[in-house]
């Protein structure tokens, strides 16, 4: 069901786990180098597209970035205790996001699966949004991925991410020997 079927849906909020790995981004890495394989592929069509004229590789890329990966807008705000992340989703299900936690590193990624549907007719003109996101952030501090909570509502995902417990600090008194 999405959110054009059911317009009542889309005010709950809905939990998404966030997974937490203190060591080893392999899954990270395979993902972001998959997404880069993916958007040199489609800039060379782009460029063969062209003619093959040389001149214009980052007008290029980035057609065929913006046509592979949904911009991610973030909002990152501080508290006493957490971070705060806010970011804009629009039209991804909690099933299709996935938020990972490494060390100081916060990575967003989502897959839309969508439906094609053939209409009767001819079609004059047709736009599409990217069916796929992937956002890393560094973090200004350690947060506690154990301790991370997430929710999906109205296509806004909220993060918050709890500051570590920093280390205790031991106060040093200074004795006098005389």
Partial sequence: ????????????????????????????IEKFDQIYDSIAKRAFEIFNDK???????????????????????????????????????????????????????LTIAGKHESREETAKGRTIYSERCAKEILRSVDLPMAVDPARVNAQLMNGILSIELPKAQNAKTVPVESSATN
């Avoid at 065929?64 to 806010?86: F, G, Y």
């Fill in 1 to 28: 069901m999405t959110a054009q079927t059911a317009p009542a849906m889309a005010t709950q909020p809905v939990k998404i786990p966030a997974t937490g790995r203190q060591a080893g981004s392999e899954k990270s």
């Fill in 51 to 105: 003619g093959g004229w040389l001149g214009n590789e980052l007008s290029d890329w980035l057609q065929a970035e913006s046509e592979i990966l949904h911009p991610v807008h973030l909002e990152i705000v501080e508290t006493e205790e957490a971070l705060n992340v806010r970011a804009e989703v629009p039209g991804f299900a909690a099933r299709e996001l996935s938020i990972q936690v490494e060390g100081n590193r």
